[in-house]
Nanobody
Framework: QVQLVESGGGLVQPGGSLTLSCTAS????????LGWYRQAPGKQRELVAT???????DYADSVKGRFTISRDNAKNTVYLQMNSLKPEDTDVYYC??????????????WGQGTQVTVSS
């Protein structure tokens, strides 16, 4: 099995910054993509940012210019640098991975979530 472990959440004032990290471990043959999603109570989980095996990135319109996703392939780790944070960024953030555990089997994996709160 593959596990995703997140860290870096916390409380920050509006305009401040946080960096989230997520490390994949376990039976990993190939990582197709890693990314971050967020979910507020009563709402659907939504895409924040993704990065694929070729290094291409995708961002939600609401975070473009403020958030940056990156990866360290040697460590199987993905990062989300969040700048100019707004109260509406307050959510539980989930790490996501589309990962092959063998040559023919892949799955979608999720971390446990980390709380980000932006408040004065």
């Amino acid at each position: 099995q593959v596990q995703l472990v997140e860290s870096g959440g916390g409380l920050v004032q509006p305009g401040g910054s946080l960096t989230l990290s997520c490390t994949a471990s376990g039976s990993i043959f190939h990582i197709v993509a890693l990314g971050w999603y967020r979910q507020a109570p009563g709402k659907q989980r939504e895409l924040v940012a993704t990065i694929n095996a070729g290094g291409s990135t995708d961002y939600a319109d609401s975070v473009k210019g403020r958030f940056t996703i990156s990866r360290d392939n040697a460590k199987n780790t993905v990062y989300l640098q969040m700048n100019s944070l707004k109260p509406e960024d307050t959510d539980v953030y989930y790490c996501h991975g589309r990962i092959y555990s063998s040559t023919t089997r892949w799955n979608e994996y999720w971390g446990q979530g980390t709380q980000v709160t932006v408040s004065s």
